[in-house]
């Protein structure tokens, strides 16, 4: 997902579901910094890998890209399953502490948009074959791709399947789950999201990125809303609180990822 | 909503130190290492 998912319609789902403005912000600022904590010399961890480069690193798949955006699921070794058992464990762990929600909400929500894909670098994730330019990224997550399974307005066909995969359906069930469990973190305000279905389906058919964003924020009680502003008044407050709630959440998700056997083959 | 579900905001050097406390407590390290031992 794009920062469109991970802050605006998480911000709009946690005020929707009765959560108030300082949280509802906390929480979609934690989901959306989650792709943007890069550089392990200035936070001591890092829970997303900007350089191409580094992907190929076994321990930035396995510490960064499966732990925060390649949560396996129950059924395929090291593939991503939308809203997997694993995924879910990590919500439910982090319920009762906003930042450490928004992390994990980052992770279930990277689970629908990432389904079918690993971490590892492996066959599993070959989009092309070797002769065709478009192979070229190393076969990491959904490296070869490009962005196009996070676009939530996209439709696309996946070349390892030729099955067609409409991300505005995928992204309003990733919506619907979210929806739900910040519900729960707010103890249960009245079940919404039959009006927010449609409100959402309309934003997320809309293409283009910009027009989609202020779609979503004038869903919004508080039209102001604005990532930029909110980072600059949270990041220096919270810095250190994120680096220990993305710390919990790596612990929590090694050893819910332990029990896999299976090899890469590459 | 309860304000106070965060940790209070600390020093960097204590926010350090619980983070490491903190996955130390889970073992992450053993587990990461005995992973990548798996999968290298």
Wanted: net charge negative; proline share 4%.
């Amino acid at each position: 997902m794009q920062k469109d998912f991970h802050f605006y319609v998480t911000y709009f789902l946690a005020t929707r579901a009765g959560i108030t403005e300082a949280p509802a912000q906390k929480i979609a600022w934690a989901c959306q910094f989650t792709d943007e904590l890069q550089d392990p010399d200035d936070y001591d961890i890092q829970t997303q890998s900007g350089l191409l480069g580094n992907w190929v690193d076994r321990q930035i798949q396995l510490t960064v890209l499966i732990a925060f955006h390649f949560i396996p699921g129950d059924n395929s070794g090291w593939v991503v399953e939308h809203n997997s058992s694993r995924v879910r464990k990590l919500v439910e762990l982090a319920t009762g502490n906003d930042i450490q929600l928004g992390i994990a909400l980052h992770t279930l929500q990277d689970s629908f948009s990432h389904e079918s894909f690993s971490g590892w670098h492996e066959d599993t994730n070959a989009c092309f074959p070797w002769y065709d330019i478009r192979g070229f990224p190393p076969s990491v997550g959904h490296a070869e791709m490009i962005v196009v399974p996070d676009i939530i307005s996209q439709t696309w066909t996946d070349p390892r399947t030729g099955k067609v995969r409409d991300n505005r359906i995928m992204a309003l069930e990733a919506a619907r789950v979210t929806y739900s469990y910040l519900q729960k973190f707010s103890n249960n305000e009245p079940d919404l999201w039959g009006g927010i279905e449609p409100e959402l389906s309309k934003a997320f058919s809309i293409s283009y990125y910009d027009d989609r964003k202020q779609a979503i924020i004038n869903l919004c009680q508080n039209t102001d809303i604005r990532y930029s502003k909110v980072h600059e008044n949270l990041l220096p407050k919270y810095r250190d609180v994120f680096v220990i709630a993305a710390k919990e959440h790596l612990g929590r998700a090694m050893l819910l990822c332990a029990n896999i056997g299976s090899k890469p083959k590459i | 909503m309860n304000e106070n579900n965060d940790f209070t905001q600390s020093t960097s050097e204590s926010a350090k130190q619980k983070a490491l406390d903190a996955i130390d407590k889970s073992n992450a390290y053993g587990i990461i290492k005995e992973i990548l031992d798996r999968h290298g």
